[in-house]
Protein backbone atom coordinates (compact mmCIF):
# COMPACT_ATOMS: atom_id res chain seq x y z
CA UNK A 1 0.00 0.00 0.00
CA UNK A 2 1.35 3.32 -0.82
CA UNK A 3 2.69 5.89 2.30
CA UNK A 4 -0.72 8.35 2.72
CA UNK A 5 1.88 10.77 4.11
CA UNK A 6 3.30 11.85 0.56
CA UNK A 7 3.21 15.30 -0.09
CA UNK A 8 3.69 15.86 -3.15
CA UNK A 9 1.44 14.35 -5.91
CA UNK A 10 4.14 14.89 -8.58
CA UNK A 11 6.43 12.83 -7.57
CA UNK A 12 4.02 9.92 -6.80
CA UNK A 13 2.85 9.88 -10.10
CA UNK A 14 5.96 9.62 -11.83
CA UNK A 15 6.71 6.61 -8.92
CA UNK A 16 3.39 4.78 -10.34
CA UNK A 17 4.25 5.95 -14.21
CA UNK A 18 8.34 4.24 -13.75
CA UNK A 19 6.66 1.09 -11.85
CA UNK A 20 3.44 1.36 -14.63
CA UNK A 21 6.30 1.51 -17.93
CA UNK A 22 7.48 -2.17 -16.10
CA UNK A 23 4.57 -4.14 -16.08
CA UNK A 24 2.36 -2.94 -19.33
CA UNK A 25 1.96 -4.79 -21.55
CA UNK A 26 2.55 -1.23 -23.92
CA UNK A 27 1.61 1.96 -24.04
CA UNK A 28 2.09 2.82 -20.07
CA UNK A 29 2.20 6.48 -21.64
CA UNK A 30 -1.30 6.53 -22.91
CA UNK A 31 -4.21 9.10 -21.16
CA UNK A 32 -7.51 9.80 -22.02
CA UNK A 33 -7.34 13.18 -22.49
CA UNK A 34 -11.27 14.90 -21.74
CA UNK A 35 -11.58 18.41 -23.41
CA UNK A 36 -15.02 20.76 -23.91
CA UNK A 37 -16.28 22.72 -26.67
CA UNK A 38 -17.38 26.38 -25.74
CA UNK A 39 -21.24 24.99 -24.84
CA UNK A 40 -19.57 23.02 -21.95
CA UNK A 41 -20.08 19.17 -24.42
CA UNK A 42 -17.25 16.93 -23.96
CA UNK A 43 -15.19 14.89 -26.06
CA UNK A 44 -12.40 12.39 -24.72
CA UNK A 45 -9.71 10.30 -26.78
CA UNK A 46 -6.36 8.84 -26.19
CA UNK A 47 -3.52 10.64 -26.71
CA UNK A 48 0.58 9.89 -25.11
CA UNK A 49 1.98 11.69 -22.40
CA UNK A 50 5.40 12.74 -23.42
CA UNK A 51 6.69 14.47 -20.59
CA UNK A 52 5.86 14.75 -16.60
CA UNK A 53 7.49 17.67 -15.20
CA UNK A 54 7.49 19.81 -11.83
CA UNK A 55 4.65 21.91 -13.95
CA UNK A 56 3.06 19.51 -15.18
CA UNK A 57 1.37 16.60 -18.39
CA UNK A 58 2.61 17.55 -21.48
CA UNK A 59 1.47 16.10 -25.13
CA UNK A 60 1.30 17.38 -28.69
CA UNK A 61 -1.38 17.70 -31.03
CA UNK A 62 -2.53 19.45 -34.19
CA UNK A 63 -4.13 22.83 -33.07
CA UNK A 64 -6.32 22.84 -35.28
CA UNK A 65 -7.92 19.41 -34.36
CA UNK A 66 -11.10 18.75 -32.92
CA UNK A 67 -9.02 18.96 -28.72
CA UNK A 68 -6.68 21.91 -30.50
CA UNK A 69 -10.14 24.25 -31.09
CA UNK A 70 -11.73 22.77 -27.66
CA UNK A 71 -8.96 23.98 -25.80
CA UNK A 72 -8.32 27.08 -27.72
CA UNK A 73 -12.29 27.90 -26.23
CA UNK A 74 -11.78 25.99 -22.87
CA UNK A 75 -8.60 26.45 -22.10
CA UNK A 76 -9.41 23.17 -19.26
CA UNK A 77 -8.81 19.28 -19.02
CA UNK A 78 -9.11 16.39 -17.71
CA UNK A 79 -6.52 13.21 -17.73
CA UNK A 80 -7.16 9.72 -16.61
CA UNK A 81 -4.18 7.42 -16.97
CA UNK A 82 -5.26 3.33 -16.32
CA UNK A 83 -3.11 1.17 -15.55
CA UNK A 84 -4.75 -2.67 -15.84
CA UNK A 85 -1.61 -4.21 -14.80
CA UNK A 86 -1.07 -2.66 -11.69
CA UNK A 87 -5.26 -2.06 -10.79
CA UNK A 88 -4.56 1.66 -10.72
CA UNK A 89 -5.77 4.67 -12.01
CA UNK A 90 -4.64 8.25 -11.84
CA UNK A 91 -7.20 11.34 -12.70
CA UNK A 92 -5.95 14.36 -13.62
CA UNK A 93 -7.82 18.06 -13.82
CA UNK A 94 -6.58 21.60 -14.42
CA UNK A 95 -6.09 24.43 -17.05
CA UNK A 96 -4.19 24.04 -19.76
CA UNK A 97 -1.27 26.20 -21.50
CA UNK A 98 0.23 25.87 -25.10
CA UNK A 99 3.85 24.65 -24.53
CA UNK A 100 7.33 27.51 -26.11
CA UNK A 101 7.79 27.43 -29.47
CA UNK A 102 11.12 26.09 -28.44
CA UNK A 103 10.13 22.85 -26.56
CA UNK A 104 7.60 22.55 -29.71
CA UNK A 105 10.38 23.09 -32.17
CA UNK A 106 12.68 20.46 -29.77
CA UNK A 107 10.13 17.76 -30.24
CA UNK A 108 9.00 17.66 -33.30
CA UNK A 109 12.23 17.24 -34.06
CA UNK A 110 13.08 14.43 -32.17
CA UNK A 111 10.07 12.45 -33.75
CA UNK A 112 10.63 9.87 -36.54
CA UNK A 113 10.47 11.30 -39.84
CA UNK A 114 7.27 9.33 -40.53
CA UNK A 115 5.50 10.90 -38.44
CA UNK A 116 6.71 14.25 -39.30
CA UNK A 117 5.67 14.19 -42.42
CA UNK A 118 2.17 12.61 -41.27
CA UNK A 119 2.10 15.69 -39.34
CA UNK A 120 1.80 18.23 -42.34
CA UNK A 121 0.11 15.51 -44.20
CA UNK A 122 -2.84 14.90 -42.07
CA UNK A 123 -5.75 17.33 -41.55
CA UNK A 124 -6.25 16.17 -38.50
CA UNK A 125 -10.32 15.59 -37.22
CA UNK A 126 -11.50 17.07 -41.32
CA UNK A 127 -13.45 14.72 -43.38
CA UNK A 128 -11.68 12.75 -45.62
CA UNK A 129 -13.18 11.55 -48.99
CA UNK A 130 -10.55 7.87 -48.64
CA UNK A 131 -7.41 6.79 -47.10
CA UNK A 132 -5.69 7.35 -50.80
CA UNK A 133 -6.63 11.15 -50.15
CA UNK A 134 -4.23 10.70 -46.85
CA UNK A 135 -1.23 8.73 -48.99
CA UNK A 136 -1.55 11.25 -51.56
CA UNK A 137 -0.76 13.92 -48.62
CA UNK A 138 2.16 12.21 -47.20
CA UNK A 139 3.28 11.46 -50.86
CA UNK A 140 3.33 14.92 -51.57
CA UNK A 141 4.85 16.29 -48.64
CA UNK A 142 7.46 13.00 -48.84
CA UNK A 143 8.46 14.76 -51.93
CA UNK A 144 8.50 18.24 -51.12
CA UNK A 145 10.89 17.95 -48.34
CA UNK A 146 13.22 15.31 -49.93
CA UNK A 147 16.14 14.47 -47.57
CA UNK A 148 15.83 18.19 -46.26
CA UNK A 149 15.54 19.01 -42.87
CA UNK A 150 11.19 18.95 -41.98
CA UNK A 151 10.12 21.78 -40.29
CA UNK A 152 7.29 22.13 -37.70
CA UNK A 153 4.08 23.17 -39.39
CA UNK A 154 2.51 26.25 -37.65
CA UNK A 155 -0.84 24.47 -36.45
CA UNK A 156 0.98 22.06 -34.29
CA UNK A 157 2.29 22.68 -31.21
CA UNK A 158 2.41 21.16 -27.27
CA UNK A 159 -0.05 21.94 -24.42
CA UNK A 160 0.82 21.23 -20.53
CA UNK A 161 -1.95 20.61 -18.26
CA UNK A 162 -1.41 22.30 -15.36
CA UNK A 163 -2.92 19.94 -12.16
CA UNK A 164 -5.85 21.42 -10.06
CA UNK A 165 -6.69 18.32 -8.76
CA UNK A 166 -4.70 14.77 -8.68
CA UNK A 167 -6.44 11.51 -7.61
CA UNK A 168 -4.85 8.20 -7.32
CA UNK A 169 -6.42 4.96 -7.08
CA UNK A 170 -5.60 1.76 -5.95
CA UNK A 171 -7.54 -1.48 -6.19
CA UNK A 172 -8.61 -3.66 -3.17
CA UNK A 173 -10.52 -6.66 -2.02
CA UNK A 174 -13.96 -6.05 -1.73
CA UNK A 175 -13.96 -3.24 -3.71
CA UNK A 176 -12.55 -1.00 -0.64
CA UNK A 177 -10.26 0.80 -2.98
CA UNK A 178 -7.85 3.52 -1.99
CA UNK A 179 -7.91 6.51 -3.44
CA UNK A 180 -6.38 9.86 -2.17
CA UNK A 181 -7.45 13.20 -3.83
CA UNK A 182 -4.70 15.83 -4.01
CA UNK A 183 -6.28 19.69 -4.66
CA UNK A 184 -3.90 22.59 -5.14
CA UNK A 185 -4.72 25.37 -3.66
CA UNK A 186 -2.74 28.76 -2.20
CA UNK A 187 0.77 27.73 -3.49
CA UNK A 188 0.38 23.87 -1.46
CA UNK A 189 -1.37 20.47 -2.04
CA UNK A 190 -3.55 19.64 0.30
CA UNK A 191 -4.32 16.13 0.42
CA UNK A 192 -7.05 13.75 1.51
CA UNK A 193 -8.46 10.29 1.64
CA UNK A 194 -12.05 9.06 -0.26
CA UNK A 195 -13.99 6.88 0.23
CA UNK A 196 -14.38 3.93 -2.74
Request: charged residues 30%; contains cysteine; hydrophobic residues 40%.
Amino acid sequence: MDNVNEKNPLEKFTRWFEEAKHTEAALAEAMTLATADENGCPSARMVLLKSATDKGFIFYTNLESQKGLELATNPSAALLFHWKSLKRQVRISGVVEQVSEEDADAYFASRPRGAQIGAWASEQSRPMKSQFELEKNVAKFTAKFGISKIPRPTYWSGYCVIPKRIEFWEDRAFRLHNRVLYTFDDKKWDQRNLFP
